[in-house]
Nanobody, 123 residues
Framework: QVQLVESGGGLVQAGDSLRLSCAAS????????MGWVRQAPGKEREFVAS????????YYADSVKGRFTISRDNAKSSAYLQMNSLKPEDTAVYYC????????????????WGQGTQVTVSS
């Protein structure tokens, strides 16, 4: 059974940092592009970042470019999202997701999803 288990969310102040982690199981991790997607209350689900099979290529939404960094460790079957200089508008539920190709991940087309973790940034 494929599982994506997230951790690291929480309540922080504007300007602070958080690191989200995603532990994957039940799939050949290195055969999947990994991504992070977020959804704020009353908003559509928004692509945040994705990375290719080996982690050498990355793609970011303009809203987070320069502040967020996506990475992966295939030996640990884990993906990460380092979030710096957080803003109140970053408040959302953040989802870890896996896609069969890097192209699909950039299109927000995923095969598997995590449960989501809440990130709240106060002003």
């Amino acid at each position: 059974q494929v599982q994506l288990v997230e951790s690291g969310g929480g309540l922080v102040q504007a300007g602070d940092s958080l690191r989200l982690s995603c532990a994957a199981s039940g799939l050949t991790f290195s055969n999947y592009a990994m991504g992070w997607v977020r959804q704020a209350p009353g908003k559509e689900r928004e692509f945040v970042a994705s990375t290719s099979y080996s982690g050498t290529n990355t793609y970011y939404a303009d809203s987070v470019k320069g502040r967020f960094t996506i990475s992966r460790d295939n030996a640990k079957s884990s993906a990460y999202l380092q979030m710096n200089s957080l803003k109140p508008e970053d408040t959302a539920v953040y989802y870890c997701a896996a896609a069969g190709s890097f192209v699909r991940s950039r299109r927000n087309e995923y095969d598997y999803w995590g449960q989501g973790t809440q990130v709240t940034v106060s002003s």
